[in-house]
């Protein structure tokens, strides 16, 4: 086994080279994925890389690893692979998250990372052949993922056609049956014009980030409890997969900042609406800097269709029109206590939300068993990258 790796420097394996700067100005929209330090967080019409690409951040996230099979556009928060010197593409990924994360576990106090650095780390790199073979053994649990991924967008799109089907279009059920139903002042009788404010529990409500600044770097901790940051945020899901966290004593200490069942947390900053909705998997999380947590109150509205009332186009747009910032976007929670809320008879919300938690419910079984493999897969990383597992 041993003749088939040798001793040498990540520069000997590939070559990183530094992105390119793309202010969101001069962006044209496209289907080229722009790639930051956290990954693809736009789209561009022109590509500054050839697939298959493999990108990671220079300062930012760092550690995280992506692969792209399609044309794409570094940013300078990046590093990507310029020259894979005969490896192959998608093991690179594979075998640079091996590296960085070996890399983090010596604590280096800086903010970034320089790829002259990173080039002269020692490495064991395998011969093709076990290239090919760990590479398959990864993307098994890649393609799986992936699948999931896909149908959980779907479920997510069913949702959302849902909810813009009998709150935006007010084609729900009870007023269809009703030959259209009556109107007063544009909306059907029964209906009500609220504030975001009203609608939230009476005084602790609307919360941004509440104790962000009272942590720092050291303050985090590679297990403990999980502090949703605006990059963790997918819509109807929060990601794990580079989660901060803060030990349980400390979590002890903040227990007030906890979220419940039924709040949404939602960026505030830069990419402004990405939202999740808190259910009982994520009670006792906290709601970092750069993101605000809204609390319904149960007696007006429904936590549910609250949090899709939130994305929708509407609504969404009072809320992007109240941000504060040209370089960096930024929401507080005084600017949104005005947002207006239209709000459904109470039965029609219990209606509709019995039509959409059971589409949750399938979507948060998939992001369960996402997880798994992806611990799984990440178990395993280290093991085959260092020969002790044989393929």
Same mark, same amino acid.
């Not at 962000?212 to 403990?224: A, F, I, N, T, W």
């Not at 750069?290 to 939130?310: E, K, M, W």
């Not at 930024?330 to 005005?338: A, M, P, Q, R």
């Given at each position: &086994? ?149 149908? &959980? ?231 085959? &990258? ?6």
């Amino acid at each position: &086994m041993k003749k088939h790796w040798r001793d040498c420097r990540l520069g000997d394996v590939l070559t990183l080279k530094r992105g390119h700067d793309l202010p969101g100005e001069t962006r044209i929209e496209g289907d080229v994925p722009v790639v930051s330090s956290s990954g693809i967080t736009g789209f561009h019409n022109e590509a500054k890389a050839k697939a298959p690409g493999v990108v990671t951040g220079r300062y930012g996230t760092i550690g995280e690893v992506f692969y792209l099979d399609q044309d794409y556009w570094p940013l300078n928060t990046s590093l990507y692979v310029i020259d894979f010197k005969g490896t192959r593409p998608r093991f690179a990924a594979y075998f640079l998250r091996n590296v960085l994360k070996d890399y983090q576990s010596d604590k280096a106090a800086v903010p970034g990372v320089d790829r002259n650095v990173l080039h002269e780390i020692k490495v064991r790199a395998p011969d093709p052949t076990i290239q090919e073979r760990i590479e398959s053994t990864l993307t098994a649990y890649d393609d799986l993922m992936e699948n999931n991924r896909r149908r &959980m967008a779907l479920l997510e799109e069913s949702a959302r056609l849902l909810y813009r089907e009998w709150f935006v279009h007010l084609r729900y059920p009870e007023r269809m049956k009703d030959e259209g139903g009556r109107m007063k002042d544009g909306v059907p009788k029964g209906w009500e014009r609220r504030t975001l404010e009203e609608v939230c529990v009476p005084g602790d409500g609307i919360q941004t980030g509440p104790f962000g600044s009272q942590l720092h770097q050291s303050d985090y901790s590679d297990e403990g409890v999980p502090v949703i940051m605006p990059k963790d945020i997918l819509n109807f899901r929060i990601s794990l997969e580079s989660i901060a966290r803060i030990p349980e004593e400390l979590a002890d200490r903040l227990g007030r900042h906890r979220m419940i069942e039924g709040d949404t947390v939602y960026g505030r900053r830069g990419d402004i609406g990405r939202r999740a909705y808190i259910s009982k998997r994520h009670e006792g999380w906290f709601c970092g800097t750069g993101c605000l947590r809204f609390r319904p109150n149960p007696s007006v509205i429904d936590a549910r269709y609250l949090f899709d009332t939130l994305g929708s186009p509407d609504t969404f747009g009072v809320i992007v029109n109240r941000a504060k910032g040209s370089t960096m976007p930024n929401l507080s929670g005084s600017s949104l206590k005005s947002v207006p809320i239209l709000v459904a008879p109470r039965r029609i919300q219990d209606d509709y939300a019995s039509h959409v938690v059971p589409i949750i419910a399938q979507i948060e079984t998939l992001a369960d068993q996402t997880q798994k493999l992806r611990t799984a897969r990440d178990l395993l990383l280290p093991r085959l &990258m260092s020969g002790e597992i044989e393929v």
